[in-house]
């Protein structure tokens, strides 16, 4: 039996983040990693990576067939196969540099690939091994959620790992869930050729988004010919030979679906089954997420990261988990200790446009009792949308009446993923629309586009010069 000061279970970004803080802290650490999606977990693997990869070469397919410049001609073909091959090279180029020759650089950390099992708050057992820790680290991270759906279990379905393994383009998909995977995955196989139909349980695509950017994404879908259905009860699920049938419910009223692959993207669950959780002590959540407080502590000696821990189910907050996990599980006083704030977290979704946000949407400023003012203004009142032929998208800006103080900004833009950050600073530093409108913003960018949104609350912007203060 092998003694550590710590073991991590999970390999992904909360692990690898807690495991290089506490070789930061000189702390010998042993790192439990199963081999589902690999070393580096979902993001790296099957996740964020290989899904922007394909949808950018999908935007390239798209903008050359769909390009509104007069004089411009240009066409696009591909071969599938081909682009399957460079997205895994490149994931195996990545999931090495960042993460395997990481862990080698790392002189206090052990790696062991297998199943972890708890068999004591101490002890952990892998391949048969048994390794013991004063401290434990659960960041074991999520996977799909199957539908209790009758028939599912006998279909061949697709869930993102084995979507991302498909070698031939699918003629026909039908994907189970409009968040923000299925609308990526929608996007993404609708522009390499495939017939989608997209199959939404609640009344709007990305419901967690604002209402007003997620039904122009909702519209912008379909004119590239997606089919999105909204309201949907899915009944079953039925093989008939080499074609997938969907019985469901669409507003009280029976409706039949077919398609050649069926694709899960209704959320994700937290992987806390088979761990043996209860020789640890800790609890469970509604959806079988590992309950912790604002330092991540889960029990007497055990702290968990990641989205294991359940929402907010995003790479960068698992890293930040990670490390405040590791730092208040070797800390030797409560002076050292970190605590997770989540009040300023962006987000996006990786469509063309894209839609990022953060801060307060307009119905949660309301739900906390704040009273705001929101505006929303059209892509195509910013100069440089203009220029570039692509106005699809729309700014909203959720201000507090009181202070004027931003506490929400939300896009649909092209690179809203990137422009976003410049309203995290924003809402990060409490700054008022005056501040934003006093500060210089280079013209001509779409990051005006946060200028121009704040110029909205003190003046008419559809008559407005440029460069106006």
Same mark, same amino acid.
């Given at each position: 039996m092998k003694k550590f000061d710590m073991i991590i279970v999970g390999g992904g970004?909360?692990?690898?983040?807690?495991?290089?803080?506490? !070789? *930061?802290? #000189?702390?010998?650490?042993?790192?439990?990693? #199963?081999?589902?999606?690999?070393? +580096?977990? /979902?993001?790296?693997?099957v996740g964020c990576l290989p899904t922007k990869h394909l949808l950018h070469i999908?935007?390239?397919?798209?903008?050359?067939?769909?390009?509104?410049? #007069?004089?411009?001609?240009?066409?696009?073909?591909? *071969?599938?196969?081909?682009?399957?091959?460079?997205?895994?090279?490149?994931?195996?180029?990545?999931?090495?540099?960042?993460?395997?020759?990481?862990?080698?650089?790392?002189?206090?950390?052990?790696?062991?690939?297998? #199943?972890?099992?708890?068999?004591?708050?101490?002890?952990?057992?892998?391949?048969?091994?048994?390794?013991?820790? !004063?401290?434990?680290?659960?960041a074991t991270g999520s996977s799909t959620s199957v539908l209790p759906i009758e028939g599912i279990d006998v279909v061949d379905y697709l869930t993102n790992i084995e979507a991302l393994k498909l070698k031939e383009v699918p003629d026909s998909m039908i994907i189970l869930g409009g968040g923000a995977q299925g609308m990526e995955f929608a996007q993404m196989f609708s522009r390499f050729g495939t017939k989608v139909c997209l199959l939404q349980r609640a009344d709007r695509i990305v419901p967690r988004e604002e209402p007003e950017l997620a039904a122009l994404l909702h519209r912008y879908s379909q004119d590239e010919g997606i089919e999105i259905c909204t309201n949907v009860e899915v009944k079953s699920v039925q093989q008939r030979g080499n074609e997938k049938v969907v019985k469901a419910l669409v507003n009280g009223k029976e409706r039949i679906y077919k398609g050649g692959q069926i694709l899960i993207a209704a959320g994700r669950e937290p992987n806390t089954s088979g761990l043996r959780l209860e020789k640890l002590g800790v609890k469970l959540g509604k959806r079988g997420e590992i309950v912790v407080s604002d330092e991540m502590q889960a029990g007497e000696n055990v702290w968990a990261a990641g989205d294991v821990t359940g929402e907010p189910m995003l790479e960068t907050v698992a890293a930040k988990e990670g490390m405040v996990a590791a730092t208040n599980a070797l800390?030797?006083? *409560?002076?050292?200790?970190?605590?997770? !704030?989540?009040?300023?977290?962006?987000?996006?979704?990786? /469509? !063309?446009?894209?839609?990022? +946000?953060?801060?307060?949407? *307009?119905?949660?400023?309301?739900?906390?009792?704040?009273?705001?003012?929101?505006n929303t203004v059209p892509l195509e009142l910013v100069p440089k949308a203009e220029a570039i032929k692509d106005t699809k998208g729309a700014i909203k800006m959720v201000v507090d009446t009181k202070t004027d103080r931003i506490i929400g900004v939300h896009i649909l833009a092209p690179d809203a993923a990137d422009l976003v950050h410049e309203a995290v600073m924003i809402i990060k530093n409490s700054m /008022?629309?005056?501040?934003?409108?006093?500060?210089?913003h280079i013209f001509p960018t779409l990051s005006e586009a946060i200028k121009i949104a704040a110029q909205s609350f003190r003046r008419d912007i559809s008559k407005m010069s440029c460069c106006v203060e």
């Open positions: 970004a909360a692990g690898f983040s807690a495991a290089m803080k506490s !070789d *930061d802290l #000189n702390a010998e650490t042993l790192i439990i990693n #199963n081999d589902t999606v690999g070393i +580096g977990g /979902t993001c790296v693997n999908g935007e390239l397919i798209h903008k050359a067939r769909t390009h509104k410049f #007069n004089g411009l001609e240009l066409s696009a073909s591909f *071969d599938f196969k081909t682009i399957i091959e460079e997205k895994d090279r490149l994931i195996g180029k990545l999931r090495t540099r960042k993460y395997e020759d990481v862990l080698s650089s790392l002189s206090h950390i052990e790696f062991v690939k297998g #199943n972890a099992k708890f068999i004591s708050k101490n002890e952990v057992q892998v391949n048969g091994e048994i390794y013991t820790a !004063d401290k434990l680290i659960i800390a030797c006083c *409560d002076d050292e200790k970190k605590k997770m !704030d989540y009040t300023v977290v962006p987000h996006a979704v990786f /469509t !063309d446009p894209q839609l990022a +946000g953060v801060g307060l949407t *307009d119905e949660q400023a309301i739900e906390r009792g704040i009273k705001c003012k929101c /008022t629309i005056d501040g934003v409108i006093d500060t210089l």
